[in-house]
């Protein structure tokens, strides 16, 4: 098989391999939504997120290492919806500059691998960048409402579960 095996060897180095998408079932205002590969924002609630992968509370140029280097070997071993708490908080100095940096590999991890990211950070956050979904609550006029994509779910008093 001497030729034949050069020419599937070469045929392997050539190869693409391409995932399929993982997608993440969550429930939300009693409704169940389905979190496709891409930016999920949350902010002002918690969604149960099955098997996800937490990343380390790093900060600065350690968190940046982590999400260029370490998360994508993880992820190599397995794929997994990941997930990033306190979003907002990940940088002490050139704050905007690195959360707009962090989305942009965060998108791009999403998209080569295929999988959910779920970002919970703040206001802020929210409006610099453009997600696939959106689930937040949050007090409007005393009353505390939930919202998908911006429209609100869960009537008054909306409860997020």
Request: net charge negative; charged share 30%; proline share 4%.
């Amino acid at each position: 098989m001497g030729d034949l095996a050069e020419e599937l060897l070469s045929l392997s180095e050539d190869t693409i391999v391409v995932f399929s998408p993982l997608r993440l079932e969550v429930f939300f205002c009693g409704e169940k939504y389905v979190l496709s590969p891409g930016l999920t924002h949350v902010r002002g609630t918690q969604i149960e997120v099955a098997n996800g992968l937490y990343l380390p509370a790093f900060l600065d140029e350690e968190y940046l290492e982590y999400l260029l280097f370490d998360l994508p070997r993880e992820l190599d071993k397995k794929r997994m919806p990941i997930v990033i708490e306190d979003f907002h908080k990940r940088f002490t100095r050139w704050v905007r500059e690195g959360l707009m940096y962090s989305f942009d590999v965060l998108s791009r991890i999403a998209r080569v691998y295929r999988v959910p990211v779920v970002v919970y950070g703040d206001r802020d956050t929210e409006a610099i960048w453009s997600y696939v979904k959106t689930f937040s609550c949050e007090k409007v006029e005393g009353i505390r409402a939930c919202f998908v994509d911006g429209q609100q779910c869960g009537g008054r008093d909306a409860s997020p579960y």
